[in-house]
């Protein structure tokens, strides 16, 4: 049990998977820049960012500006086949936790408060990551098949918003990308924004923070009630 009183827990807290619970980007690398070389243009690493965290669509529509190519219709079942496939190789092979994250999961489970897992990846694709962290540990799961528009748009957490039955300024959501965050924000979330990589630059309205290790729901409180992220996690 938690010595947490329930007037210091949020209301809800949504997750992304991704870079945030599970340190799976270092992956899609992998199968993003085989995918770039096998379109016959080698993906540079600017670009690479700007795709972290889209969704399947706003992906391709990154990569064919970069490559010079339109990718619609078959092309497209076929290159998202060809992704997809691919980091659901490696997902089976190397799956880790991202630091912090594991305790936080534990934390909210004590506290019961509820959760929802928010990502952009595919049902197909997810699943193998969800085995990792335990379905069961979420009320809600959102993934990048169930929203008309993924991230950047708010789409996703809207919709985990009112699967939980709370609102969007009551909930505190947690992310890894630019793309993520700014998501997160235009619903109308509290945002806990953790780059994954070097370089991401910050997402207005989000709280910019190094990583989830110290990071428990009394931390993740202090952002609805306005107070410094550090100092309820001790820095």
Request: aromatic share 4%; charged share 20%.
């Amino acid at each position: 049990m938690t010595s947490t009183s329930p007037a210091r827990l949020p209301a809800a807290v949504c997750l992304d998977m991704d870079g945030t619970l599970v340190d799976t980007e270092r992956l899609w690398d992998i199968a993003v820049f085989e995918l770039a070389e096998h379109m016959g243009r080698p993906l540079d690493e600017a670009t690479r960012e700007r795709t972290l965290g889209n969704s399947l669509h706003g992906f391709f529509e990154i990569l064919g500006e970069y490559t010079g190519r339109r990718i619609e219709g078959e092309e497209f079942d076929r290159l998202a086949h060809r992704l997809n496939s691919r980091v659901t190789q490696l997902m089976r092979t190397d799956m880790r936790w991202r630091p912090g994250a594991e305790v936080l999961l534990a934390d909210i489970a004590a506290t019961g408060v509820p959760v929802a897992l928010v990502t952009n990846t595919t049902a197909d694709v997810a699943v193998v990551p969800l085995e990792f962290i335990d379905r069961s540990r979420f009320d809600v799961v959102v993934t990048g098949c169930m929203v008309a528009e993924g991230k950047p748009a708010p789409d996703p957490y809207l919709l985990a918003c009112a699967e939980l039955d709370v609102e969007p300024g009551s909930a505190v959501a947690v992310e890894d990308s630019v793309a993520g965050a700014t998501a997160a924000v235009a619903a109308g979330c509290r945002v806990l924004y953790i780059p994954s990589t070097d370089g991401q630059p910050d997402v207005a309205g989000a709280h910019t923070h190094s990583t989830l290790e110290g990071v428990d729901v009394a931390a993740l409180h202090a952002l609805t009630s306005g107070s410094p992220l550090g100092a309820a996690v001790g820095q």
